[in-house]
T-cell receptor, first 118, second 109 residues
Framework: EAGVAQSPRYKIIEKRQSVAFWCNPI?????LYWYQQILGQGPKLLIQ????????DSQLPKDRFSAERLKGVDSTLKIQPAKLEDSAVYLC????????????????FGEGSRLTVL | GDSVTQMEGPVTLSEEAFLTINCTYT??????LFWYVQYPGEGLQLLLK?????DKGSNKGFEATYRKETTSFHLEKGSVQVSDSAVYFCALKDNDMRFGAGTRLTVKP
């Protein structure tokens, strides 16, 4: 079974530029997450999708960050304009949904996209 | 809101030493609890989990017991190996997955 795919693995941009990250979850996984992991910290949830609907985006800085999952499969996360403090690893994860809409719990993570903002 | 607090690192141990990494949580509901591990250069992967009080999760010699009375989920291993060197994250899941700050473990030969 193929894992969660993310690209690009590394990106270096200057502040005020824009960047986009792509994620392809495990086939059949209805729930998709984007996390931000700053060096030395635990992952922080940015947004959670269930199929193509947003479940939780309370911690997404909506003035500069946006995310979409148009067909309930792939997802993109965009930052525009980037700030120095956005330097982090952006992790995509997915999980399956049992009958009745309950998540099984385990999240499967991609290898992440490391962003450096200069 | 829900949160996880885990012991700060880094932790350095000699091979075959006993390991404990403390984790406590705050939650309004009845979350599932997890330990994830991140080996050098790799992505996060599930180490073990427990879905209800008194459950014990175990994997690769690691164990953790869901203690509702003390709101804890401490990670233990009786004899660590050099290959266990990694960053360990405690996490809880109610509506969404929340992680602790991580504890870096280094095991020396």
């Amino acid at each position: 079974e193929a894992g969660v795919a993310q690209s690009p693995r590394y990106k270096i941009i200057e502040k005020r530029q824009s960047v986009a990250f792509w994620c392809n979850p495990i086939s059949g996984h209805a729930t998709l997450y984007w996390y931000q992991q700053i060096l030395g910290q635990g992952p922080k949830l940015l947004i959670q999708f269930q199929n193509n609907g947003v479940v939780d985006d309370s911690q997404l800085p909506k003035d500069r960050f946006s995310a979409e999952r148009l067909k309930g499969v792939d997802s993109t996360l965009k930052i525009q304009p980037a700030k120095l403090e956005d330097s982090a690893v952006y992790l995509c994860a997915s999980s399956s949904t049992q009958g009745g809409g309950m998540n099984t719990g385990e999240l499967f993570f991609g290898e992440g996209s490391r962003l450096t903002v200069l | 809101g829900d949160s996880v607090t885990q012991m700060e690192g880094p932790v350095t141990l000699s091979e075959e030493a006993f390991l404990t990494i403390n984790c406590t949580y705050t939650a309004t509901g009845y979350p599932s609890l997890f330990w994830y591990v991140q080996y050098p250069g790799e992505g996060l992967q599930l180490l073990l989990k427990a879905t209800k009080a008194d459950d014990k999760g175990s994997n690769k010699g690691f164990e953790a017991t869901y203690r509702k009375e003390t709101t804890s989920f401490h990670l233990e291993k009786g004899s660590v190996q050099v290959s266990d060197s990694a960053v360990y994250f405690c996490a809880l899941k109610d509506n969404d997955m929340r992680f602790g700050a991580g504890t870096r473990l280094t095991v020396k030969p």
